[in-house]
């Protein structure tokens, strides 16, 4: 149980373009998703954080209108990064918390997007 | 603030050899979770362990054992008899503060290479 899918899992798209990246929780409900950015050789660095149905809470020095973030059930949450540049290349990963459960959290796989 | 400090950045060993992982923690509240995370190559994290604050018992799980000690603030991770298969990085990470949105904090990770 608890599992956690991201979709895509690899992305190219080349600068200006815009990629979505869906993060699933399959087999439970998830109340809050944190999304997490990764820099090779680097740490998880908190991007937001988004309670379904309302609007996601922002990390100091993420841009609100760049990184768009949608929880609208309680399976999913999406990542949209805008008008996309090389330096937003990096391993994008989720994570789902149960409902009730705040100390828990499930990580999905990973996003690596790589912006040409 | 919490922080979460890995002094260790790589560390190579052969194999069968035993290895200890370092994680020194600050916080300010008294109730919070320290866990440890696995990212082999493929970049999925792997949960290891999670221990509340309350609970100083330490823990073996077959080869991997935790130490905690509240006294200075460490949560240290041991692999005994290494194998190749634990090369990774490897996260020490801390959420604080009971709520719908606990946040993790993670250190900057330990990339164990195990020589065969």
């Known amino acids: 149980g608890a599992v956690v899918s991201q979709h895509p899992s690899w992305v190219i798209c080349k600068s200006g373009t815009s990629v979505k990246i869906e993060c699933r929780s399959l087999?439970?409900?998830?109340?809050?998703m944190f999304w997490y950015r990764q820099f090779p050789k680097q740490s998880l660095m908190l991007m937001a954080t988004s309670n379904e149905g309302s609007k996601a809470t922002y990390e100091q020095g993420v841009e609100k209108d760049k990184f768009l973030i949608n929880h609208a059930s309680l399976t999913l949450s999406t990542l949209t990064v805008t008008s996309a540049h090389p330096e937003d290349s990096s391993f994008y990963i989720c994570?789902?918390?149960?409902?009730?459960?705040?100390?828990?959290?499930?990580f999905g796989p990973g996003t690596r997007l790589t912006v040409t | 603030a919490q922080k979460v400090t890995q002094a260790q950045t790589e560390i190579s060993v052969v194999e069968k050899e035993d290895v200890t992982l370092d994680c020194v923690y600050e916080t300010r509240d008294t109730t919070y979770y320290l866990f440890w995370y696995k990212q082999p190559p493929s970049g999925e994290l792997v949960f290891l362990i999670r221990?509340?604050?309350?609970?100083?018992q330490n823990e073996i799980s077959g080869r991997y054992s935790w130490n905690f000690q509240k006294s200075t603030s460490s949560f240290n991770f041991t692999i005994t008899a290494s194998q190749v298969v634990d090369s990774a990085v490897y996260f020490c990470a801390l959420s604080e503060a009971p709520g719908a949105n606990s946040k993790l904090t993670f250190g900057k990770g330990i990339t164990l290479s195990v020589r065969p």
């Open positions: 087999d439970f409900q998830a109340t809050t």
């Open positions: 221990r509340n604050s309350f609970d100083e």
């Open positions: 994570s789902a918390q149960p409902g009730g459960k705040v100390y828990e959290q499930y």
